[in-house]
């Protein structure tokens, strides 16, 4: 009978861990370019977004979602070699469309090594970054940032494999005490 208790919970353990991936493997450096939420093409353009917090985590980079308000290092780097033969705006606005307070404003200029790289004061919420390579015809490049919000959908589906994984361990529990064995072995017992 404790063979097969400790075998069911053996198995529930194992299907937790099957279902349950760390959010390590899923952080913005863990991928292939093509599957980068980084990456913006336009053609055969290919441009790429990092934002850096330095002074919270030295070793964190992040794309979009920015977990805390405060100065934020962005640098774009210009896949594309043909980029860097055009001059190169950014534009960084507040609010969640292009006509909102521009934060931060590079002006066009050529940038050899593809590396365009800035700081901005970010506050809580939402933010478009504006990437626009000034060739014929112009190329624009867009991003939209959170900065200290919650992305609920995220959350869910994070929550979803551990959840699947108690029910299914309280299910076999339950079959478990209700079974017969358990009940003579229990009733041998007093």
């Known amino acids: 009978m404790i063979k097969q208790m400790t075998t069911a919970a053996v ?3 194992v ?28 053609g055969e353009n290919m441009i790429h977004l990092s934002t850096y917090q330095p002074q919270y985590d030295e070793a964190g980079h992040y794309c979009t979602e920015i977990p805390q308000a405060g100065d934020t290092y962005l640098v774009v780097d210009l896949i594309d070699a043909a980029l860097r033969n055009m001059p190169v705006s950014i534009k960084v606005v507040k609010g969640s469309d ?26 809580k919420g939402p933010y478009l970054v504006h990437v626009t390579a000034e060739g014929i015809p112009p190329l624009h490049f867009h991003y939209k940032l959170r900065v200290e919000m919650i992305d609920y959908s995220k959350v869910i589906r994070a929550s979803i494999a551990p959840t699947m ?6 299910w076999i529990i339950y079959k478990v005490i209700r079974s017969q064995r358990v009940r003579n072995w229990l009733a041998s017992r007093r």
């Open 11 to 13: 198995m529930a353990l």
């Open 15 to 42: 299907l937790i861990a099957m279902l349950y991936t760390p959010s390590e493997a899923l952080a913005h450096g863990k991928v292939s370019l093509e599957e980068d939420s980084c990456m913006r093409q336009i």
């Open 98 to 123: 292009k006509e909102g307070e521009t934060i931060t404003q590079l002006q066009a200029n050529y940038y050899p090594d593809g590396v365009i790289s800035g700081i901005s004061k970010l506050e």
């Open 165 to 170: 994984a108690l029910i299914i361990l309280i």
